[in-house]
Each structure stands twice: as C-alpha cells, then as structure tokens.
C-alpha cells in the first residue's frame, strides 16, 4: 500500500538548520509531484514547497522563500526538505504529500485537496 514516512523533525534553535526527509513506497515515485506542507496548532494545514515529478521546477510558499529547499532522490524514492534560517514561527507538523495533479503554475498546488497521499506528519519546533 502507499505510505510516505517523515523523520527529521526534532527541536532546534531560531537560526537553525534542519532536513526533514520522507520515504515513498508503493507508487511510482518518480511520476509524482511531491510537496511539503505544515500545520500549526490551531492553524489550517498551508503549503510549504513542491516539486514537480520531472525535478526541473519547484515553488515555495512566501514565507519559507529564500530559507527552505526541496529536492528528491528518485533512486531512493525520497523527498528532502533542506530548512535554514529557522524561526520559531516555522514551528508545526510537517507533512509530505504526493499528487499526480496537472502543475499549472506556482500556485496551482498549494491547496490541501489537490494532494492524494499523505504521510503522517514530523513535529518541528524552533525556540527563539
């Protein structure tokens, strides 16, 4: 069945750098846009970053521009979300997510529902 793990989290000081990574099992991963999103307590679940199937292009939420960086490695079927710059603001649950929705444009994919498989989730907190 299709499962996407998250590890990296943990607790780390603002101004911190942290790699959240997410393993991919039972789809094609490398035919699949993959995404970072996050969720704050009491917050709505936003999106983070994407990066589309090919590995050619990638977008960022406003708020994490500039400081995160997404990548993959299709021969391990993972995901990577390179954190720098940290803030305590940055502090929520992180989520991988995999779709195969058409990209059409940076913005296309940052809603929740037009993502199909979920991981559970890696808890990152940044104290200041």
């Known amino acids: 069945q299709v499962q996407l793990v998250e590890s990296g989290g943990g607790l780390v000081q603002a101004g911190g750098s942290l790699r959240l990574s997410c393993a991919a099992s039972?789809?094609?991963?490398?035919?699949?846009?993959m995404g970072w999103f996050r969720q704050a307590p009491g917050k709505e679940r936003e999106f983070v970053a994407a990066l589309l199937w090919s590995g050619g292009t990638s977008t960022y939420a406003d708020s994490v521009k500039g400081r995160f960086s997404i990548s993959k490695d299709n021969t391990k079927n993972t995901v990577y979300l390179e954190m720098n710059s940290l803030k305590p603001e940055d502090t929520a649950v992180y989520y991988c997510?995999?779709?195969?929705?058409?990209?059409?444009?940076?913005?296309?994919?940052?809603?929740?529902?037009?993502?199909?498989?979920w991981g559970q989730g890696t808890q990152l907190s940044v104290s200041s």
């Open positions: 039972g789809f094609t991963f490398s035919i699949y846009t």
């Open positions: 997510a995999a779709t195969r929705a058409s990209w059409r444009g940076s913005d296309s994919l940052t809603a929740p529902n037009k993502w199909s498989y």
